[in-house]
């Protein structure tokens, strides 16, 4: 517990943006690679994007962009140009280069609405 704390989140309105950001500080996070999901209500759970190689999710492809500090133990989403259909919790999870376990954070709410 408390390896991934996720903050940001919360009201925005369509077409502005939002930045998550998740701080891992308690693991080597250099080694680790890093994911980002969402699921929104009565929704399977869908990747968003990660890193290592920078995929992204074709609903937000071209809008969200995810990115890392690897002085700062930190990793970050950054939404742009948000739709309602973003309307989820967001979950950032670092998982080390080789594989293993995957450590979650908590989530956070992300509501787009006008």
């Known amino acids: 517990q408390g390896h991934v704390v996720q903050s940001g989140g919360g009201l925005v309105q369509p077409g502005k943006s939002l930045e998550l950001v998740c701080e891992v500080p308690r693991l080597t996070f250099s080694q680790f690679d890093v994911r980002w999901y969402r699921q929104a209500p009565g929704k399977e759970r869908e990747l968003v994007a990660k890193?290592?190689?920078?995929s992204v999710h074709p609903a937000v492809r071209g809008r969200f962009t995810v990115s890392r500090d690897n002085d700062k133990n930190r990793a970050y989403l950054q939404m742009n140009n948000v739709e309602v259909e973003d309307t989820a919790v967001y979950y950032c999870t670092v998982q080390h280069r080789i594989g293993g376990h995957e450590y979650w954070g908590q989530g956070t709410q992300v509501t787009v609405s006008s």
């Open positions: 890193i290592p190689y920078d």
